[in-house]
């Protein structure tokens, strides 16, 4: 009996632990402030470090594009979690996550491949949705300009046919 109640103390302790990830990843996307994608990766890959359901120590290593963030040392260590994606404007991206300590399969692996891949599409989400705002915005900032050229020109064409 009390063997059964640290094993369901432990796993309600790892998800809390993955709770409080997804709480983590959607506070930073929905900051107010701009930032650059590749700020936003960093902080993912810090918050996957601080909230892992694992208590082990990780490594997070988080790459789009040509910018690669790490949270500790990655060398020589093999990635058990890799997820891959590819942003709307066709930036690709991975985001991995290692042990630093050396231990045998765990139970949670599935578990915690579902939670990383749930993170990785939180992200290309958030960054399918700012692509499309700075796209929307950049097509309401050139119909403006047309429309501004439009009105111009008329206004020159009426007042020259009078």
């Known amino acids: ?3 059964d109640n640290m094993h369901l103390v432990a796993d309600l302790g790892s998800r809390v632990r ?9 506070r930073i996307l929905q900051r107010d402030d701009l930032v650059s ?22 490594a997070v290593r988080a790459r789009l ?3 690669e963030v790490t949270t500790s040392s990655f060398e020589n260590l093999a990635p058990p ?15 991995d996550v290692a042990y630093l300590d050396d231990h045998g399969p765990a139970d949670d692996t ?12 939180m992200f290309k989400i958030a960054g399918y949705r700012a692509w499309e705002y700075f ?9 403006t300009e047309w429309m501004k050229t439009y009105i111009e020109g008329r206004r020159v ?6």
Do not use: K
Not at 18 to 26: A, Q, R, S
Not at 157 to 162: G, I, L, P
């Open 37 to 58: 994608a590749g700020d936003c990766l960093g902080d993912i890959a810090r918050a996957i470090e601080r909230s892992w359901p694992r208590r082990d120590p990780i």
């Open 65 to 67: 594009g040509t910018f």
């Open 18 to 26: 993955g709770l409080t990830l997804f709480h983590d990843v959607c």
């Open 81 to 95: 979690y890799r997820t891959q994606f590819t942003l709307a404007d066709g930036r690709a991206g991975s985001i």
């Open 1 to 3: 009996m009390a063997a």
């Open 135 to 143: 796209n929307w915005q950049d097509y309401r900032y050139a119909s």
């Open 157 to 162: 064409t009426v007042r020259a046919s009078r």
């Open 110 to 121: 599935q578990t915690c491949q579902a939670l990383l891949e749930d993170v990785t599409e």
